[in-house]
């Protein structure tokens, strides 16, 4: 309702994770450069660890973004609730494997075959999962099992888990301590700042085409930083309730109370 009101090119709020829309705070900037260096040097296993709706998808997405289409091969794992055989099976699908072994002995020889011919071609090979906090210990295993891969020179497979604050439990349990040890990179995403909010802000309205309307004041975006938390995924929801308010008054500033209105709209739909 508000776009063509303020001039917008596209909806500056939306929770998609548009990797266009990235705001690299500190945090973000930090994680992206420990993904980097992770695969780059080959450490094997790497973990990543945020709030729910702190950016991680997103930042995943500019990460595979900012690869090397000719020297990586990647997997992206959405849906962790699955068996080890259907993680195996996942992972060559993703890899481009049309024909797939049936037993799981069967797929993880097929792994190793394909690992190896990819890696004789000088390509490199970079799985991850999200949401791996709700990975079964099984598959945890079979993921370990998997990292296990190797020439005499390198690691066939890079490995990225990502996960909700849980996914530290998950990796503290005792059973799993051989797969904590191998994980040599690892960063937990913190929440924005006042001034990253901010920042925030301005650079999704500047992506969207924003001309200077709608303008949020000072006040509006203490506000936003408050009752958001500093998570990403709130601050959206909060600021496209807040330009639809400030709309509705038919106004260019977005001020603390159309704020206030919007996060009560949005308590009152979770209550």
């Known amino acids: ?25 500190p945090t973000h900037q930090e994680a992206l450069q420990h993904l980097k260096f992770g695969v780059q040097e080959r450490k094997g296993f790497i973990v990543l660890i945020g709030e729910v709706g702190c950016g991680k998808t997103t930042l995943c997405r500019r990460f595979l973004n900012e690869l090397d289409a ?24 993703e890899l481009g494997e049309s024909k797939l072994g049936r037993s799981q002995n069967d797929l993880v020889a097929q792994m190793n075959r ?25 598959v945890l295993e079979q993921i370990r099992l998997l990292s296990n891969l190797e020439t005499d020179q390198q690691k066939l497979l890079q490995i990225v888990l990502m996960g909700q ?3 530290k439990a998950v990796l503290a349990r005792e059973e799993l301590r051989q797969l904590r040890q191998r994980i040599l ?12 909010v901010a920042h925030y802000v301005q650079h999704r309205l500047t992506l969207a085409g924003s001309m200077g309307r709608p303008a949020f004041s000072r006040w509006a975006l203490r506000g936003v930083h408050r009752y958001s938390k500093g998570i990403p995924r709130i601050i959206n929801n909060l600021c496209d309730k807040s330009m639809l308010a400030a709309y509705i008054r038919d106004s260019d500033q977005v001020t603390y109370w159309d704020v206030r209105r919007a996060h009560r709209d949005m308590r009152n739909l979770t209550e």
């Open 70 to 93: 000719a020297r990586y091969d990647t997997a992206l794992i959405l849906n962790p609730r699955v068996t080890e055989t259907q993680m195996l099976k996942a992972i060559l699908t």
């Open 114 to 138: 394909v690992l190896l011919e990819r890696i004789a071609l000088g390509r490199d090979i970079v799985l991850i999962i999200d949401e791996a906090q709700n990975l079964s210990f099984g």
């Open 165 to 167: 604050p849980e996914l």
């Open 1 to 25: 309702m508000y776009q063509s009101f303020y001039g917008l090119s596209e909806m500056p709020f939306n929770i998609t994770p548009d990797p266009k829309f990235l705001y690299l705070s």
């Open 185 to 196: 990179i690892h960063y937990e995403l913190h929440p924005l700042s006042l001034s990253d």
